[in-house]
């Protein structure tokens, strides 16, 4: 049972940056892929990026990808979303994900990819 710990979020003015964390409590094995999504008030939800373990590329959301960036460290098994340039529609609960297996490329955005889950980080954009 892989146990995921976002970190990092909190109240920011539009604008600023924000850097999530994301650690497992082991390292996702050649191949997993862990990923972020967000929730916010009344919606579903949605995938913001991912990174496959030890290669692959990074895949972001159209939405969000000149704005946020998505790396890994393998030292530390943590996984970061780099949040640049922030707006009120960023305003989520984000959450980490991991998967127990290597997904294809096609059901790196899907939520049923996903085995593990983080309890979520409340990040809130407003003047």
């Known amino acids: 049972q892989v146990q995921l710990v976002e970190s990092g979020g909190g109240l920011v003015q539009p604008g600023t940056s924000l850097r999530l964390s994301c650690a497992a409590s082991?390292?996702?094995?050649?191949?997993?892929?862990m990923a972020w999504f967000r929730q916010a008030p009344g919606k579903e939800r949605e995938f913001v990026a991912v990174?496959?373990?030890?290669?692959?590329?990074?895949i972001v959301a159209d939405s969000v990808k000149d704005r946020f960036t998505v790396s890994g460290d393998n030292v530390k098994n943590t996984v970061s979303l780099q949040m640049n340039s922030l707006k009120p529609e960023d305003t989520a609960v984000y959450f980490c994900?991991?998967?127990?297996?290597?997904?294809?490329?096609?059901?790196?955005?899907?939520?049923?990819?996903?085995?593990?889950w983080g309890q979520g980080t409340q990040v809130t954009v407003s003047s």
């Open positions: 994900a991991a998967s127990s297996s290597r997904p294809i490329v096609s059901a790196l955005r899907q939520r049923t990819t996903y085995t593990y």
């Open positions: 082991e390292r996702p094995s050649y191949g997993f892929a």
């Open positions: 990174i496959r373990w030890n290669g692959g590329p990074t």
